[in-house]
């Protein structure tokens, strides 16, 4: 059966370092928390270089501890925005070219096609690797510290789906490979130079970057488990993923980040140099800047974040000098226990904008309720075979032959969409996929399984099991 239920909603108890810019928020926070069943949320907003950071519910569900402003999150991709403001402040020094060859900088790239890929292209995402090759990308964990030049030596090898320029698609890869390039060209680990060149300078103490072995105490991520929310905890953070998505911070901490990234100042890198990376990096590029996204209707810079049980939103408005992220400790739902609304409407609201969530959630519920219930049929099938076989026996001539084997066809294409088009659609493998969405990675496997099993077990009675004079 399948059972749909907000089985870990939260209640909003609110604790703010200052009193909330927007008397409204409150409310809205209890009420979208409730509706995505998400344990906790923290945001911080900066208003013409002001600060306020604010947090509601709890670090794990049904626990006593609440959220704070000063709770780690691991903030997923807004992190290469980190990985490119690195980028930015060694090519005002002088030691990276924006329109250089990466094989300038990494030998591992040199004599091969993918060398002639540029360090703008890389920032800009129009590279040529793919989501799906971004999100492929592994290599095994050992102690000897070079986890992430080796999974650039593995991706130098492989062929780019698309010819560098031809057209935009987000990749973990560029990424990955860019922060190689930072380690290569200032001698650093990819963590030191983030920590002791934006993070100590700015503040930021309660953060750090993903090195394999952290083990402070992060809000605890939740999947979404068939209408609820499960905990997740994070084991350990990965060193190989840090440049794409491996800054933890706090909401406190972020709020300095924002602050830096809006002064107009030159501290970090230039006034020009900021404006620069959340402008269209190219013609290829019209809503990516470096390390952003775009905006093309207000000219907002602004970046999401996806981890296994943690989802974030950063935005920025130059033009009003006011800039958000929301932290969440829970991954959305297909359909059901979305957080759209919370990453979006506390956007909105501490921008001091309108927000209506429009957003029909009918087409990804059907989409989750129908490989919920397939297998479901599928088995109750089964069952029916061992009860009642007559009909089956009963089957005769060419009708017969096409009604016993043209379910083997079908389930076996419905096996193919489970296993590969899917994951194909979600530009992730299956396995990657299960950490966001167990449940209907599970759902998608019982359907796959429970389907071929019924049309196979149909044929293997009939020809095998079939009575004599039957």
Known sequence: MLAIGFLASAKAAPSSETAAPFESTEDFVAAELRAAGAPGLAYVAVDNGAITAHAYGQVRAGGSEKVSPHTRFVIGSISKSFTALAIMMLVEAGAVDLDGKVSQYLDVFQERPTGKITVRQLLSHTSGYSTKQGNDTHTDETDNGDDLQRQVAQIAAWSPAHTPDARWQYSNANYIILGVLIERVSGETFASFIESKILDPLGMEQSFV???????????????????????????????TAPAGGVVSTASDLGLYLAMMLNDA??????????????????????????????TDNGDAYHGGLSPGIETRATLSREENKGVVVLINANSGIGFGVNTALLYGVSAKALGRDFENRENLWGPRSLFLMFAILPVLFVLGIIRLGFDRQGLYAKTGAFGAFSLWFPVGITLALAWTCWRLIPLLFGTPLNTLALYQPDFVLTLIATAASG???????????????????
């Open 266 to 295: 030159d501290d970090l890198i230039s006034a020009k140099s900021k404006a620069a990376m959340m402008r269209p990096a190219s013609a290829a590029s019209p809503f990516y800047g470096l390390g952003w996204y775009i905006n």
């Open 210 to 240: 993903a090195d394999d072995g952290a083990t402070v105490t992060f809000a605890v991520g939740h999947q979404p488990w068939f209408g609820g929310k499960r905990p997740f905890e994070y084991k350990r953070t990965a060193r190989v």
């Open 452 to 470: 071929v099993i019924w049309a196979v077990l149909r044929i293997g009675l009939f020809y095998v099991g079939k009575p004599a004079g039957a």
